[in-house]
């Protein structure tokens, strides 16, 4: 069963400039998430969906960040204008969404903001 | 924030045992203790979880004390490919509220 699925898994891109994430869930995990991890420190959430709705955007950044789930599988994350404190990895995770069920994380996105 | 301590580094000669320790003090009677690892340039990786009876699967063991405030993950015989930072994290694994916050882990060095 493949895993869950981020690109890119690299990017360089100047200050001002908009980059974007992209997420392919675990089939059938109807729960995605995007996280933050900042260098030496453990990921933080960024937004929560269950299926296309946003349930939790408490610590999405929400004046250069947006995120959307169209249909309920793949996502995107999307930042504009990026600036040097985003240089940080990207995680994507699904789940179930059954009680008891396990998040699975992709490999990560990782930006640099030069 | 995390509801976990756990101690920041912890060295374990190769294929000895490690015992990684955390704190859940505040633990609530819903809330499940897992475990992921992150090795670098990777993405967590989950390891396993428990509520109350010790658990074990192909990866490690997971022992939790009777009041539940505490608890072990041990590697029964660890290799160099272990070493990575270790995160211990209570989620209440039901409804809406089931995602995984995160401390700052204790980094894992297995030395030959």
């Known amino acids: 069963e493949a895993g869950v699925v981020q690109s890119p898994r690299y990017k360089i891109i100047e200050k001002k400039q908009p980059v974007a994430f992209w997420c392919n869930p675990i089939?059938?995990?109807?729960?995605l998430y995007w996280y933050r991890q900042n260098l030496g420190q453990g990921p933080e959430l960024l937004i929560r969906?269950?299926?296309?709705?946003?349930?939790?955007d408490s610590q999405l950044p929400k004046d250069r960040f947006s995120a959307e789930r169209l249909k309920g599988v793949d996502s995107t994350l999307k930042i504009q204008p990026a600036e040097l404190g985003d240089s940080a990895v990207y995680l994507c995770?699904?789940?179930?969404?059954?009680?008891?069920?396990?998040?699975?994380f992709g490999e990560g996105s990782w930006l640099t903001v030069v | 924030d995390a509801k976990t301590t756990q101690p920041p580094s912890m060295d374990c000669a190769e294929g000895r045992a490690a015992n990684l320790p955390c704190n859940h003090s505040?633990?609530?009677?819903?809330?499940?203790v897992y475990w992921y690892r992150q090795i670098h340039s990777q993405g967590p990786q989950y390891i396993i979880h428990?509520?109350?009876n010790n658990e074990t699967n192909e990866m490690a063991s997971l022992i939790i004390t009777e009041d539940r405030k505490s608890s072990t993950l041990i590697l029964p015989h660890a290799t160099l490919r272990d070493t990575a930072v270790y995160y211990c994290?209570?989620?209440?694994?039901?409804?809406?509220?089931?995602?995984?916050?995160f401390g700052q882990g204790t980094t894992l060095q297995v030395k030959p």
């Open positions: 428990g509520l109350k």
């Open positions: 969906y269950e299926n296309e709705e946003a349930v939790d």
């Open positions: 994290i209570v989620r209440v694994a039901s409804g809406n509220t089931g995602k995984l916050i």
């Open positions: 505040t633990i609530s009677g819903n809330e499940y």
């Open positions: 089939s059938g995990h109807n729960t």
């Open positions: 995770a699904s789940s179930s969404g059954l009680s008891g069920n396990t998040i699975y």
